[in-house]
């Protein structure tokens, strides 16, 4: 094909009360041009297509005639064998074809969705509770079998949740402890009592922030990590075949990951929370003035014991929900590629979401238990 | 373009990854209208030849001219000519798993031909799926719905949406059960006869060479050793010839194509 390649066309010729469309140049898809609008376009009745003067035709060109033809019940002529074999195929592939799923009015489709939106909600709830017993027993049974447990995989897990993290989470929680204080300041001076930032920066991060950031920090790097790596290991089969050879995926996989995001995360916890204050009291030193020793005397006045532990009894459940979570929703992977991606973004909404939950029930109960 | 010229040209292909030398002064034609079989060990690069002849891997050294025009170091703007004229149906049929198989034929026609309205797409797809053996309910199942065969049948309803010259086919019945791999076969042969297609088959399936192959081109020792058709190959003394087609596997092929032609 090049350029002197003739386009479709066609003419209508009639003669002796029989109407011929005469068709030349070359019909094919990149040629075909306007052929088919303007053939939807002929309203007299066709008797004869004459195809003796064109240059080539592709499927695309014979679906084409193909369809006029069967439509108006002309009659095809003056095709070279070759041809009238293409078009023999085009015609025998001429069955009913369901192209798009079937639509449903949009008011049922939206109650549809509501729906099942409900019930997947309550099935991941009683899934991941299920998968929250599972992860028991598959401790139960490592402790039972000590041998079963994999202390590499544990200690390659330690490095890449907490090692690994404590760049990223130091400089997050540096600069919450900076502007946790920057702002403090400006509001409290208002009052004269800029002096409080110091009990504001030491508290908050200790018994709040420094964990929940953690978290949340922990769930975006990890959670997300073994939602997709476990997913991928379910899309390329890997799960099935460690089943088969008699290794228990939850053992394997699960324990491994939970237990380290359970005891990486209070000890990142802690040092968030050691490094927020460590911002804050940069800022108090140098926009109040206040000396870091007396800033560190300070801190130890007012920010009581138990705020310590409230966080590090925190971190502890925060880690195990979100690496079960990240667990589970790997596990849920069933077909493709997207729902790797999808069942990803799920396992850190979920996390997060758990986390802040689970933090207001906390709150609460601390402060009912008289630890304020 | 007449036939017995090349639509195909490789010149001195070099392909090397890191210390890994793939390809050496590699030299290969694939004449107009024929289905040149590319067979070879494993990792004597055949995948690696057909990502460099539709310029998805830029090679070291050489030249590769599809269609008369130097695809090499083209960026995919100034090859949208050549790409119109080919379709290619990758090892696991590549298909978009976003989009129906009814959406992913359509793909390549919206893409090149913006001007076709949605009916006609409709029409052109839905002939396409009937074409390559999908059933007709086929159309809008999802990629991850489908089974391997399926899969594969619809990458090559994809591969032909635009009605192509040239079909690049990565080991079409790798995964096939026998009758679907014979299936496989008869398919494209016949699409190559209606369509006047050449065809550009990797496969590691002794049959399909023998059943559909015009001329078989061997890749080892970093270069193409011998093309020709299966006798002529055979009538060759190199080792690895010898023993891919003289290997108790080979010698089952040819057995069969024997008593086929036996039954007339």
Known sequence: ?372 | MKRGEPIIRVRGLKNSFGEQVVHEDLDLDVMKGEVIGVVGGSGTGKSVLMRSIIGLQTPDAGEITVFGEDTVDKEETETIDIRKRWGILFQGGALFSTLTVAENVQVPLREFYPGLNQALLDEIAAYKVVMTGLPPDAGPKYPAELSGGMKKRAGLARALALDPELLFLDEPTAGLDPIGAAAFDELTLSLQKTLGLTVFLITHDLDSLYAICDRVAVLADRKVIAVGTIDELLALDHPWIQEYFNGPRGRAATASVTREQAKG
Not at chain 1, 346 to 369: E, G, K, N, R
């Open chain 1, 1 to 372: 094909m090049n350029a002197m390649v003739a386009p479709a066309d066609f003419s209508q010729i009639d003669e002796g009360g029989a109407t011929t469309l005469r068709f030349t140049g070359c019909l094919s898809l990149a040629y075909i041009g306007d052929v088919p609008q303007r053939l939807e376009a002929v309203e007299a009745r066709v008797d004869r297509l004459d195809l003796s003067g064109i240059d080539h035709i592709d499927t695309i060109g014979a679906w084409v005639i193909h369809r006029f033809a069967r439509d108006s019940g002309a009659k095809v002529e003056g095709l070279d064998p070759d041809a009238q074999h293409l078009l023999d195929q085009v015609e025998a592939a001429d069955q009913p074809v369901r192209m798009r799923p079937d639509r449903t009015p949009a008011f049922t489709r939206v109650l549809g969705e509501i729906g099942e939106a409900t019930i997947v909600a309550l099935k991941t709830l009683a899934g991941l509770l299920g998968f929250f017993g599972a992860t028991l027993i598959a401790f139960a049974n490592v402790i039972r079998h000590p041998h079963r447990f994999r202390l590499n995989a544990v200690v390659q897990r330690f490095e890449v949740v907490g090692v690994s993290a404590l760049g990223i989470i130091g400089l997050m929680s540096f600069l919450i402890g900076l502007v946790i204080a920057q702002q403090g300041a400006v509001q409290l001076a208002q009052f004269g009592f800029e002096t409080f930032t110091i009990n504001l920066v030491g508290r908050i991060t200790f018994r709040e922030l420094g964990v929940l950031m953690t978290a949340i920090m922990v769930a975006g790097r990890s959670g997300s990590a073994f939602a997709a790596q476990i997913g991928t290991m379910k899309l390329t089969e890997e799960i099935d075949a460690m089943r088969t050879i008699g290794v228990s995926p939850m053992e394997a996989l699960v324990v491994p990951r939970v237990l380290a995001a359970v005891i990486m995360m209070p000890l990142l916890g802690f040092y968030a929370s050691l490094i927020a204050v460590i911002g804050g009291g940069l800022l108090c030193w140098i926009q109040l003035d206040i000396p870091p020793i007396t800033f560190i005397q300070r801190i130890r006045e007012v920010v009581p014991i138990t705020d310590l532990y409230i966080g590090l009894i925190k971190a502890p459940v925060f880690g195990a929900i979100i690496a079960m979570s990240g667990c589970y929703q790997g596990m849920q992977v069933e077909s493709d590629a997207e729902q790797v991606g999808s069942r990803t973004t799920s396992a850190v909404v979920q996390a997060i979401f758990l986390v802040i939950v689970l933090d207001a029930f906390f709150a609460v109960f601390f402060t009912f238990i008289g630890w304020d």
